[in-house]
């Protein structure tokens, strides 16, 4: 089973707004990643947190977790039409040996 | 660096044929992957490899075999494709280090009619 659930499924806004989307999961974990696929293409690493760590910012994107509700969430400020992708948590949880258990996912859409 | 590259990138495969997807990067990870993606399902681990000469079932192995007899490559097979076999695979590969960040490669569309 998904050990990550990613919320909303789909979001669609305008150019310069922000996005935010959200990923709860289930187990104990050592980090939660972020990854970014545009259409048609491989994933791509986007930022790692580590379960000691409540925020990590990286350009334009901003992590957090909050380990006691078992959530993370992903804030992209100022979003560009190339910001348009699916993006997707990772979890490694501490009894995969390392594996990451991916969400399903989020559909961003920014319109220009 | 070319990173991690798969081959071939595209495929139609016939009920019941066999096939090899091979992935190879050029990082010297140690750590090596085969995920595959379906609409809706995110992306779902086949078998992995933590070295050379060593694999191990992920979460939904049935129907594929693989091999790492190089450190760089990974070879993903399929003996007997069937229509529940059509999705996007993809291959990837991570450092040593437990939980690091998996590079990924362009992905290979297979399609079992």
């Known amino acids: 089973s998904q050990q990550g659930e990613e919320d909303p499924q789909a979001l669609s806004i305008q150019e310069g707004e922000n996005a935010t989307m959200n990923c709860s999961y289930k187990?104990?974990?050592?980090?939660l990643q972020w990854y970014r696929q545009n259409s048609g293409r491989g994933l791509v690493h986007l930022i790692l947190?580590?379960?000691?760590?409540r925020e990590k910012h990286s350009g334009r994107l901003r992590v957090t977790l909050d380990t006691s509700k078992k959530s993370s969430s992903l804030l992209i400020t100022a979003s560009r039409a190339a910001d348009t992708a699916s993006y997707f948590c990772?979890?490694?949880?501490?009894?995969?040996?390392?594996?990451?258990?991916f969400g399903q996912g989020t559909e961003l859409s920014v319109k220009p | 660096n070319a990173g991690v590259t798969q081959t071939p990138k595209f495929r139609v495969l016939k009920t019941g044929q066999s096939m090899t997807l091979l992935c190879a990067q050029d990082?010297?990870?140690?750590?090596m992957y085969w995920y595959r993606q379906d609409p809706g399902m995110g992306l779902r681990l086949i078998h992995y490899?933590?070295?050379?000469?060593?694999?191990a079932k992920g979460e939904v192995p049935d129907g594929y075999n693989v091999s790492r007899l190089k450190k760089q490559n990974f070879l993903l097979g399929l003996e007997s494709a069937a229509p529940s076999q059509t999705s996007v695979y993809f291959c990837?590969?991570?450092?040593?280090?437990?939980?690091?960040?998996?590079?990924f490669g362009p992905g290979t569309r297979l399609t079992v009619l």
């Open positions: 187990t104990s974990i050592n980090n």
């Open positions: 947190i580590r379960s000691n760590e």
């Open positions: 990772a979890t490694d949880a501490y009894n995969q040996g390392g594996k990451l258990i």
């Open positions: 990082m010297n990870h140690e750590y």
């Open positions: 990837a590969s991570s450092t040593l280090t437990q939980g690091s960040e998996q590079f």
């Open positions: 490899s933590v070295g050379e000469g060593t694999t």
